[in-house]
C-alpha cells in the first residue's frame, strides 16, 4: 500500500519531494488533475466533487493515507471529505483509509502552537501586533481559513491574504522566470499597500508558490521567514504514522505519477525544479 499525494497539478510536486526524502523506502503515487487545473477559481461544489475524483482514483491505484497537496481542496473540500466521504470509502475499500490536509501543518509551524490549542485571553496589554501574509489562490483567501484558525491560536498575529489569480496557472504552464518575477513582485507589493508595511513572515499558501519561493523571496525585504509548507507536511506526516500503525505502507520505493490531462514530460520549470525530467503517466 502507498502514500497518495494529490494536487490540481504540479504544485504537489514540491510536498512530494519532501515526502519521499523523509520516507524514502515507502510506496508513492503522485496525480495531478490537470485536465481541471487550476483549482483556485471554482465554485466550491466543483472542488469537491473534483477533490473526491481524484482520491478515488488514488485509493483505487493502492494509496492508504492521502495528502492533499493542494491548498484550495483543503481549504474547501477537506471537511467535507472526511466527515461523511472518508467513512464511506472506507467501508468501500474494505481497509483503513484517510485523507489529509496541508493547512493543519502550515498553521502549527506559522503559530509555533499544536493544532488543539486555543488561546485564551492575555492578561497583559500585548505591545506589538506580528503580521502574517499569506500568498494563495482565490478560492482559499475568499475561505479566510488562515485568518480564523490563527486567530484562534494567537491573538498577537494579524493575517492578511493577497489572492493571486493566475499565478498556478502560470507556473503549471512553465512560464518563464521574468514573467513569474512581474506577477509577484506585483501581489507582494499590492499586500504591502494594504497593510502600510512589509509581513513579518509570509505563508506561501499555494503549494506551485514553492516552486518559485526563491523569487518570492526576493521580492520581500532580506530576512523575511518564509514558512514552507513541504517541511511542515512531512513533520506533520511523520507524527500521524507514529500515531496509527494500522497503516500498511509498502516499502519497495515505488514512484508513479499519474495525471488525469495530457500524460508525458512534464515542464522544463518543473524539471528544473525536480532536478531530472518528469513523465506523467495517464491516469
Not at 473534483?50 to 481542496?73: D, K, M, P, S, Y
Not at 473540500?77 to 466521504?85: D, E, I, P, T
Not at 489572492?163 to 521574468?178: N, R, S, Y
Not at 514573467?179 to 494594504?194: C, F, G, I, P, S
Amino acid at each position: 500500500m502507498a502514500i497518495g499525494v494529490f494536487d490540481s497539478g504540479v504544485g504537489g510536486l514540491t510536498v512530494h519531494r519532501e515526502l519521499t526524502r523523509r520516507f524514502p523506502d515507502r510506496d508513492f503515487v503522485y496525480l495531478a488533475d490537470q485536465a481541471n487545473a487550476p483549482y483556485g477559481g471554482r465554485g466550491g461544489e466543483e472542488i469537491v466533487d473534483l477533490t473526491c475524483a481524484g482520491c478515488e482514483r488514488l485509493f483505487e491505484a493502492g494509496a492508504n493515507v492521502i495528502v492533499l497537496a493542494c491548498n484550495t481542496a483543503s481549504a474547501i473540500a477537506l471537511r467535507r471529505l472526511q466527515q461523511s466521504w472518508v467513512p464511506e470509502a472506507r467501508a468501500r475499500h474494505g481497509r483503513p483509509i484517510n485523507v489529509l490536509g496541508i493547512i493543519v501543518p502550515t498553521i502549527e509551524a506559522a503559530t509555533g502552537l499544536p493544532w488543539a490549542y486555543e488561546r485564551t485571553p492575555l492578561d497583559d496589554k500585548i505591545e506589538a501586533i506580528d503580521i502574517t501574509g499569506v500568498f494563495c489562490t482565490a478560492a482559499t483567501a475568499m475561505s479566510r481559513v488562515y485568518e480564523i484558525e490563527i486567530d484562534k491560536r494567537r491573538e498577537d498575529l494579524a493575517v492578511f491574504s493577497e489572492p493571486c489569480p493566475g499565478l498556478a496557472g502560470l507556473i503549471e504552464l512553465g512560464a518563464p522566470a521574468e514573467e513569474l518575477r512581474v506577477v509577484v513582485n506585483d501581489h507582494v507589493d499590492a499586500l504591502r499597500r494594504r497593510i502600510g508595511r512589509h509581513p513579518d513572515q509570509a505563508i506561501l499558501g499555494c503549494t506551485h508558490y514553492e516552486i518559485v519561493a526563491d523569487i518570492f523571496a526576493a521580492a520581500l525585504p532580506p530576512g523575511t521567514p518564509l514558512i514552507h509548507q513541504p517541511t511542515a507536511v512531512a513533520d506533520a506526516l511523520d507524527r500521524y504514522f507514529a500515531r496509527h500503525p494500522e497503516y500498511a505502507l509498502g516499502g519497495s520505493g515505488r514512484r508513479d505519477f499519474l495525471t488525469s490531462g495530457k500524460p508525458g514530460p512534464q515542464s522544463d520549470l518543473v524539471s528544473q525544479f525536480w532536478g531530472a525530467p518528469l513523465t506523467f503517466a495517464p491516469a
